[in-house]
């Protein structure tokens, strides 16, 4: 087995959930997923410490997702479990619609390593435990960096 195959075997799964909270989207997410380590196979020789692999594939997933999305310039807002178009009231969708995509813009604008931390926080449900080690860093730092990428994104919505 290559170190790639390896790679791909303990991340798959975990790069699939982590697109997945980003597009709400099953079949989008899976297929982000297969561009995701597409890219990575690409770039497998830029990987200078495996050990920080699924670091390195959150960041590609997280680029992919939001070159899929400045291309597309909208969300997955249905899935095939939710409700019939003409239940849904169409004000507030548009209101929804136009919110998230202001938070998406505002986070695609948070400088490193706000937007990240934030991103494996939230969209990738990582512990700040986990995030730490990830950037080699203290619980402590990931902690406040996660804090200040809230405050940042805050202001910037308002």
């Known amino acids: 087995m290559t170190d790639f195959e390896r790679i791909y075997n303990e991340n798959a799964d975990f790069i699939y959930k982590y697109l997945l909270k980003m597009c709400g989207n099953g079949s989008l997410a899976e297929e982000l997923t297969q561009e995701t380590f597409f890219r990575a196979y690409m770039n497998f020789s830029g990987l200078r410490d495996k050990s920080k692999a699924s670091s390195w594939l959150c960041s ?3 680029n992919t997702y939001f070159a899929w999305y400045n291309e ?4 997955s807002d249905y899935d095939a479990n939710t409700e019939a178009a ?3 009231d169409t004000e507030s969708f548009f209101e929804r619609k136009e919110l998230t995509e202001k938070a998406f813009a505002c986070l695609h604008k948070l400088e490193e390593p706000y937007k990240e931390v934030f991103m494996l926080c939230v969209f990738g449900q990582l512990s700040l435990k986990d995030i730490s080690k990830l950037f080699g860093k203290s619980e402590s730092w990931a902690r406040v960096t996660f804090y200040r990428a809230k405050q940042k994104l805050n202001e910037s919505m308002r």
Do not use: T
């Not at 597309?72 to 969300?75: A, G, R, S, T, Y």
């Open 72 to 75: 597309n310039k909208k969300l």
């Open 86 to 88: 003409d239940e849904v």
């Open 60 to 62: 590609i997933a997280k």
